[in-house]
């Protein structure tokens, strides 16, 4: 037992001190010692999360170096993501040019400070996040100005007190330190998610809330958060629809209704004040967009080539082609969530359903990156010990590792100014044909595991706190 304790210290040391190497080296470290040093914080997490015993660090002990980690994550400028001049320049418009960023993008303003500081892919790009973190951008960039020490530090603590009041509520409701582990001690929160300052660590705390609700039965309340998760990012509405049929199924269509007529109004609220359907333009744009480690992107650029060979010009190739696939990445999404949380409403813990519909987007999105993952994973923490929380923690790592960025390239992918080192190659590979094969694979599992019968009888999810099996606090 001694020895297990020490080991699960050890793995604290090493998951803390791996993630904050990679905080201290920068955005201009090399591609090889950032990539190291990232893979030995998810080493020691790994290790704390497979030598789950009584024995080992408290949970104030986790809490207490999370907030180490929170802290520095905030201090350190983003070193993996330039997403807060996005959201600061969203803002501005708003704020200062009195303007939609709905309607007019970035580029619109070339003589506002902030937008030199956008990444040019998006400088042309009107906004896509929703009106309520809309409002938030604009009202902190009234009143912090141009200051690009004030905006980033904004976005970035608004994002740690996130996931601070998660890692509070995961604990109060698991008393597990491991489940605080995968949140607190996780390289891609901390890294990607904090110090990147993204809003999804938003959209991650009212889907845990929302299940927490749930939990008590407090219908109305539970919707409201949910439609605080959709009014910040609209791909929450995902997550609502599973949660809604799972209240459905265990409480009856008035629970359900009772929940979905309270977020419903607020969403379509939320929505009409911004500009109706104004605000869905960018949306419908933006799903045009592919990442690289989608398992969609090698068969999107097969399709383009054959529809250029076959005599269409490369931009109307392109176009159609992005526009097919992501048509149908969206109905594969929406037929491996509803499999997914389809044959699990059994459960007792909502913790499952609203995670299986995250994880189904991760792995069949059109356009996906690391941070999403804070959609679903503080949820899926409530019940760490369950599959879907294992495939959504692995598939976040190796995500994450894959969109690690590299100085000497520029877009991220865009190799081919620069000869590629080894490292770089590796990766290259890795992101392009391991990763999206690999995703491919956990699709198939998830679809093997949903088929399966499930057992005799109302199974609880595994690892889900007793509390919120029973309806209680």
């Not at 892919?121 to 004030?150: C, K, N």
């Not at 419908?284 to 529809?307: E, I, K, Y």
């Not at 080192?421 to 093997?448: C, G, K, Q």
Request: include cysteine; charged fraction near 10%; aromatic fraction near 8%.
């Amino acid at each position: 037992m001694r020895n297990r304790g020490l080991l699960r210290w050890a793995a604290v040391a090493v998951a803390a001190g791996g993630t904050a190497a990679s905080l201290l080296e920068g955005s201009r470290a090399p591609l090889g010692p950032t990539l190291a040093v990232t893979l030995v914080g998810y080493i020691g997490l790994g290790v704390l999360l497979l030598t789950d015993r009584d024995a080992g660090p408290t949970g104030k002990a986790v809490l207490t170096v999370s907030g180490g980690l929170l802290a520095l994550a905030v201090i350190v400028p983003p070193t993996q993501s330039h997403d807060v001049w996005a959201y600061a320049m969203y803002g501005r418009i708003v704020a200062k040019h009195h303007a939609s960023p709905y309607l007019h993008s970035p580029a619109k303003y070339p003589n506002d400070p902030v937008f030199h500081r956008m990444d040019l892919i998006w400088q042309h790009t009107r906004s896509v996040y929703g009106p309520a973190f809309t409002a938030v951008s604009a009202g902190a960039m009234a009143v912090i100005g141009t200051s690009s020490l004030g905006a980033r530090f904004f976005f970035q603590l608004v994002s740690a007190i996130a996931v601070a009041l998660t890692l509070w509520l995961i604990w109060r409701h698991t008393r597990s330190p491991t489940a605080v582990a995968l949140i607190g001690l996780n390289p891609l929160v901390i890294i990607s998610v904090v110090n990147g300052g993204h809003n999804d660590a938003l959209v991650g705390l009212a889907i845990l809330g929302s299940v927490l609700l749930v939990g008590k039965q407090r219908w109305e309340v539970a919707g409201i958060c949910l439609a605080g998760a959709v009014l910040v990012k609209l791909t929450a509405g995902l997550p609502f629809l599973a949660i809604a049929v799972w209240v459905w199924r265990r409480h009856g269509l008035r629970a359900a209704w009772r929940m979905c007529i309270f977020g419903g109004l607020l969403i379509v609220v939320g929505y009409l004040a911004a500009g109706g359907k104004l605000v869905l333009g960018p949306l419908q744009q933006a799903q045009l967009h592919s990442s690289g480690a989608s398992v969609w992107n090698q068969l999107r650029r097969h399709l383009t080539f054959q529809a250029v060979a076959n005599g269409l010009r490369g931009g109307v190739a392109g176009h159609q082609v992005r526009h097919t696939l992501s048509t149908v990445a969206t109905g594969a999404v929406l037929g491996l969530g509803g499999l997914a949380v389809g044959r699990r409403l059994h459960h007792e813990n909502p913790a499952i359903i609203a995670g299986a519909a995250v994880v189904a987007y991760l792995l069949l999105g059109f356009y996906v990156l690391p941070w999403y993952l804070a959609w679903g994973l503080p949820v899926l923490a409530l019940a760490w010990r369950s599959k879907f929380t294992w495939i959504a923690a692995l598939h976040g790592a190796l995500l994450h590792l894959a969109y690690v960025p590299d100085p000497r390239q520029f877009p991220p992918l865009g190799y081919g100014k620069i000869p590629l080192s080894v490292v770089e190659n590796v990766r290259y590979d890795f992101t392009v044909y391991w990763l999206p094969a690999f995703e491919l694979l956990l699709v198939i599992a998830i679809v093997v595991m949903s088929l399966r019968k499930p057992r005799d009888g109302v199974t609880p999810a595994s690892g889900a706190p007793a509390g919120l099996r029973a309806g209680r606090p």
